[in-house]
């Protein structure tokens, strides 16, 4: 089984603030781990993703996100926060499990960005 | 626009009756998922239908049923309907079925109150 702990539902940054939302996953096997953005009244949208290879995965609108196998994390970091970025961010992994592709998502964590 | 498109938008009904969710997926993309966002539940995976076959299931109810047509697209069935059912019933849709194989698309959903 697979799943994924996002810590704090809620993050306020100030504009111009590092970013940083926290994700910790639990898997059985070799993890594909994403990050998607959800901006009000819209559908989910893929930020970045990890397969295999680089541990540093560069993403769309300035953010990224480490995987550390050691630690089970990936967090997802941003330099400097913009007020376009305030919306609910989802982590998610899946993995190679009987030809499928049971994609399992974070409870979710609300980004807020103030003046 | 992810190309993932999903009708109705918004669906009001009572307890007791049935509904069809449907989807149509981006152009090229074999693989369709359903997931219901819930406050309570967050966003659970329900099923995946690759190329007209089910390839991963999820937290899917017994009242609940899917499937995915020669043309690709995909309805969502739900009966017997609760009140709990009330969610937003997203589509996603992908190129291939295991993880590694592209990202979901996701579709802006159908929200789904039950009266």
């Known amino acids: 089984a697979q799943s994924v702990t996002q810590l704090g539902s809620h993050v306020s940054v100030s504009e111009g603030a590092l970013v940083l939302l926290r994700c910790n996953y639990s898997?059985?096997?070799?993890?594909?781990l994403f990050w998607y953005v959800q901006y009000p009244n819209q559908g989910l949208q893929l930020l970045l993703k990890?397969?295999?290879?680089?541990?540093l995965v560069k993403g769309i609108n300035g953010f990224e996100a480490e995987f550390k196998k050691s630690e089970t994390s990936f967090h997802l970091t941003k330099p400097s926060a913009h007020m376009s970025d305030a919306a609910e961010y989802f982590c998610a992994v899946s993995g190679f499990t009987g030809g499928g592709n049971k994609l399992t998502f974070g409870t979710g964590t609300q980004l807020k960005v103030e003046l | 626009d992810s190309g993932v498109t999903q009708t109705p938008k918004h669906l009001i009904t009572a307890t007791g009756q049935r509904v069809t969710l449907r989807c149509s997926p981006r152009s090229g993309d074999l693989s369709v998922y359903w997931y219901q966002q819930s406050l309570d539940q967050g966003l659970q995976f329900l099923i995946q239908?690759?190329?007209?076959?089910?390839?991963a299931k999820g937290n899917i109810l017994e009242r609940f049923s899917a499937q995915q047509f020669p043309d690709l697209h995909s309805e969502l069935n739900l009966s017997s309907l609760e009140l709990g059912d009330s969610a937003l019933y997203f589509c996603?849709?992908?190129?291939?079925?295991?993880?590694?194989?592209?990202?979901?698309?996701f579709g802006e959903g159908s929200r789904l109150t039950v009266l």
């Open positions: 898997s059985s096997v070799p993890p594909y």
């Open positions: 990890y397969t295999t290879g680089a541990t």
């Open positions: 239908y690759y190329n007209g076959e089910e390839r």
């Open positions: 996603a849709s992908s190129i291939g079925a295991g993880p590694g194989t592209g990202e979901l698309f």
